[in-house]
C-alpha cells in the first residue's frame, strides 16, 4: 500500500506532506512515513531544510483516536518529534485548518512555524480524558509561557492564528499558500536571514514561575471537573516544565498520560466522540442527499424559547423574524434576547458590535404574512396540540413553495401537526432544548411522511447552527423526554415512598449530572409536567396503575411552579437559581405519603441510582427496540448534550453496558415485582442481558 507520506525536494528544501483524509490523523502508518521521509531527506546531500505539511484540508487533526485502547504500535509519535525537533537541517512546520493535539505537538516539535491565518491550533486531549502525551505539556509551556498553557491544555480550546503569532506559538504567518510561505522562511533561515529563526522549544527556558498558579489551577478544576482526574492531571504534567528537567518532564507526561489512557473517563470521552459523529449518518438518507439551503428564517412565538432558537440563526448571520401576534409579548421576548446578548458583552464574550450586528439581524413581526418568504419556519408556541394545527394550517396557506415547516414540540404527534397541512413531506420536529442558544442538542424528529430531503437539510441545519443534531422518530416525548419521563417518574417515586428531594437530587449530581431530577423540574417549570401528566391521564397512560405525580400535583396546586416563582421542590432566594430543602415541602411529602397510605422507608444512594438510571436504560432499550433510536450511541449523545449528562461517563446506555446489562436487567427485575407499571418490559434488555450481548448489536 502506498505511503500516506510522501516528500519532494523544491531547490534546497524537502517538503514532507502527509495525506491520510479526513483529517491526516497520526495513524502508525503516518508516523512511519514521517519518520522514512525525514531520514531520506537528511540522507538526500541536495536537502538542507525540511518543510512538513498536511494535504487537504488541515495540518494533523492529532493522534488517531481509533489506536487508543489498543498496543501502541511503533514508532510513538515523541520518537517522530524528537527526530524533527533534534535535526541539524532546519524543519518547519507549514500548517493550515486544525492543527491539534499531536499535530500541533509535531509542529511545536519542528523549529519554527508558518501558519495560514484562518489556523486555528489547540491541544484538546482534554476532552477526550487525555493530555498532550507527545510533548506537548513540556513545549507549549515553553513557547506561551505557563498561564496561556496550562488554560489551553486544560480548557482544550483552539486559539486562532493572529493570536498564536501574539504569543509565540507560530513565527510567522502566510500572506499567499502557507507552504510556499515556509519554503521561503526556510530559505531565509538558511541564509541566516535576522527576520528568521529555527529553534528547539526543548531550550527553551520557562522562567519567573509562581508555583502556586498550579494549586490554584487544581482548586479551581476540582470544581468544575467534578470527580474527573483528566483535567488535573494536565496540570501535574504542565507542573514539571517548571519543577523538572524536560526530559523527566516527558517522562513525568508520559506516565500521566498512561493514567488518562487507562482510567473510565477516557473511553467513555472517545465514546462521546465517535457518537457525535456517528448521528450525522442515517441509513436511509444517504449523504448525497440535496439539502435546501437557509438563508433566512422565521420562528413563532417570542416566549424563551423562540426568543433562544432566533439567536441561533442571528450568531451565524443568518437574518430572523419572530412573529408573535401579541405585541407586548413580542418586545418583552425581543428584550430578553438583547438582555441576553448584553451579558455576553458585559463579561467581555462578545464585543458590543457583534451585539448590533445581531440584534439588526432579528425582526419582530406580529402577521404571519411577513413570513412567507422564509426557508424555514420554527413553531414555538404553547404545548398544545389545537394551539399548534392551528398555526401549521395557517402556515401552511402562507409560506412559500419549498419552505421547511419546523415545530419544536417537545411531546406531541408530529404527524397529528403535519396532517393539517397539504405537505406533510415538509413538516418535521425540531426539537431545541432550554435555553435554545446555549444547550448544543437538537432532537430532528421525522413524521410518517418528512421527505428525505427535509431530514438532510434539517440536520446540515444543526452543523450550521453548530448544534448537535441526532434524528429521532415520532413517539410520545420522542427519545429524550420519553426517557427522561420515566427518569422523573422514579424520582417522584423515591420521594412518595420515603425519600427527600435533597437526597434524590444529591445522588443524581454527585454521580456528575449538571443537577438533579428534581432542581431540573423546577429550573423546567413544574407546571409544565403538570400540564403533560393531566394529558397523559386523560390519554388513559395510567389505567394499569403507576402514577407517581401525586406530590408534584400537590406542589403545583400550591403554585409551587418551580424557579421561576422562587418555589417549586425547592425554596430560591430573590434572583437564585440554588434552591434549598423547604420544610413546607417536606410536610407536603408527608401528608402525601400518608393519603396514599405509603409506609415511607430509607433508601440509600445505591438504590436512587439504581432506580434511576434504570428507568432511563430500560425505556431506551424499549425505544430502540421499537426504532424511534437508530443506534444506542445516538441516545447518549442526547443524553449528554441535551440532559445534562456527564459526558465523561459516556451515556446512559454506554454506562450500562459498563456496569453490565445482566446486572441491570436483574435489578429491574426486583424493582418490577413491587412496581409492575413503573416498570414495562424490555425484550430487548432482557435478550441482551440473557445472552451477554450489547445494545451496538441491536441497532
Ligand atoms: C492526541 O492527539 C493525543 C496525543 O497528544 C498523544 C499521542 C501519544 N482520529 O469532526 P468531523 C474523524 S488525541 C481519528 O466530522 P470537522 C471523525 O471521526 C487527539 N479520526 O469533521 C470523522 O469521521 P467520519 C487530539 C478522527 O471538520 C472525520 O474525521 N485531537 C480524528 O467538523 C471528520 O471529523 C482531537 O481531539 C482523529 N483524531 O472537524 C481532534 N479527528 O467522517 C478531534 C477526526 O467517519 N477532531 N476524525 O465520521 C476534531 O476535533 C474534529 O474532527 C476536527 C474536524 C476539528 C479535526
Redesign the pocket.
Known sequence: MASPVTWERRGRVSVITVNNP??N???QPVREGMLRCFNESMADPAVEAIVLTGGG??FM??????E?GKPMREP???KVIDGYESSEKPTIAAVH??P????L?VAMGCQARVAHPKTRLG???V??G?????G?TQRLPRLVGVERALEMITSGDPIPAPLALELGLVDEIAEGDHVAAAIAYAERVLDGQATAGATRARDEKVQGVDEAIFDKAKEKLARVARGREGPLRCVEAVRGSVTLPFDEGITNERRL?VECHDSEESPALIHA??SE??A??IDDVPKTTPTRPIKSAAVIGAGTMGGGIAMNFANVGIPVRIMDTDRASLARGLGVVRGNYQRAVDRGRMPQAALDARMELIQGVSDMDALAEADIVIEAVFEDMPVKQKVFTALDKVMREGAILATNTSTLDIDAIAATTRRPEEVIGTHFFSPANVMRLLEIVRGSKTSAEVIASAMALA?TIRKVGVLVGNCDGFVGNRMFHEYIRQAQFLVERGALPEQVDRAAYTFGWAMGPLAVSDLAGNDVGWYIRKRHIAEGLYKGGGYTGAVADALCEQGRYGQKVGKGWYLYEEGSRRGSPDPEVEEIILRVSREQKVNRRTFDDEEVLARLHGALVNEGSRILEEGFAQRASDIDVIYVNGYGYPAWRGGPMYHAERQGLASIASSIAEFRKDEPALWPESPLLERLAREGGSFKDAN
Open positions: 479526513p483529517v490523523a497520526l495513524a484540508r488541515t487533526a492529532g493522534a488517531d483516536i481509533n487508543f510513538g509519535l515523541g485548518g486544525t491539534l493535539g499531536g499535530g505537538e491541544l484538546p486531549e476532552k477526550l487525555l493530555l498532550p502525551g507527545a506537548g498520560f466522540f465517535f459523529r456517528a450525522n449518518k452543523r
